[in-house]
């Protein structure tokens, strides 16, 4: 079973959790994560999504982009090519639907999001800080409230305990522990459940 939890960097929260059964791969629920942050309205045209390197993929870079509509920064492993993701990204054909200002004006919006990316992409290692931030997040979710061991047998079950879990992470985050040293510092103090979750992922 796999947990993926969005956080907002700037406020730290958790934005929503999905659940998935079995053992996936990051990169086999890449579709299925965005199509549903998008379905809940947590991500919204031109965002920017920060994943790790297991959602790796050239073909995520192109639909991040040419399909969702997103800025899609994954971190790249050592053999990443920047031209050959550039060189895979084309128009969808629905840009091509409209009046002549309508077309240019969605013309205008994915360069945009291709120039961002390529910015972004290039300088990929200053946003370590920030998964380092939003680790920390994880680790306070995962060690202090209820992923130690989960031993549940329903989904339903599963559901409830992670949102109390997420829940909980709010209600630490909006008294104003976002700071890294507090993070650690409650990590310790707090100990809800003696519980336990199998994968973290943080998009």
């Known amino acids: 079973m796999k947990l993926v939890l969005a956080i907002s960097y700037l406020s730290l929260k958790p934005l929503s959790f999905l659940i998935y059964e079995g053992s996936l791969g990051d990169a086999k629920i890449f579709d299925y994560i965005v199509k549903e942050l998008i379905r809940r309205r947590t991500l ?9 390197k297991g959602f790796y993929s050239y073909l995520h870079y192109v639909e991040g982009i040419a399909r969702f509509k997103i800025v899609p920064l994954i ?3 050592k053999n990443f090519n920047l031209n050959r993701a550039l060189g895979m990204i084309s ?50 979710t995962k060690n202090s409230f ?12 599963v559901e409830k305990t992670c949102a109390l879990c997420v829940l909980l992470t709010c209600v630490v985050i909006s008294l104003g522990i976002n700071h890294m ?10 100990h ?3 519980t336990k979750y199998s994968d973290f992922l943080y998009v």
Not at 44 to 52: A, C, N, R
Not at 149 to 156: C, G, Q
Not at 181 to 190: A, G, I, P, V
Request: proline letters at 5%; a positive charge; one cysteine or more.
């Open 91 to 140: 128009y969808p054909l629905e840009v091509f639907n409209g009046k002549p200002a309508y077309v240019e004006e969605k013309k205008h919006f994915y360069n945009s999001l291709v120039l961002e990316f390529k910015e972004k992409i290039c300088r990929w290692k200053d946003f370590k800080p920030i998964r380092s931030i939003i680790e920390d997040i994880f680790k306070l």
């Open 75 to 77: 971190f790249p492993k």
């Open 181 to 190: 040293f507090k993070l650690h510092s409650t990590k310790r103090q707090y």
């Open 44 to 52: 919204h045209k031109g965002s920017t999504l920060v994943l790790d």
């Open 192 to 194: 809800v459940f003696d």
């Open 146 to 157: 209820v992923f130690s061991k989960l031993h549940r047998y329903t989904m339903r079950s």
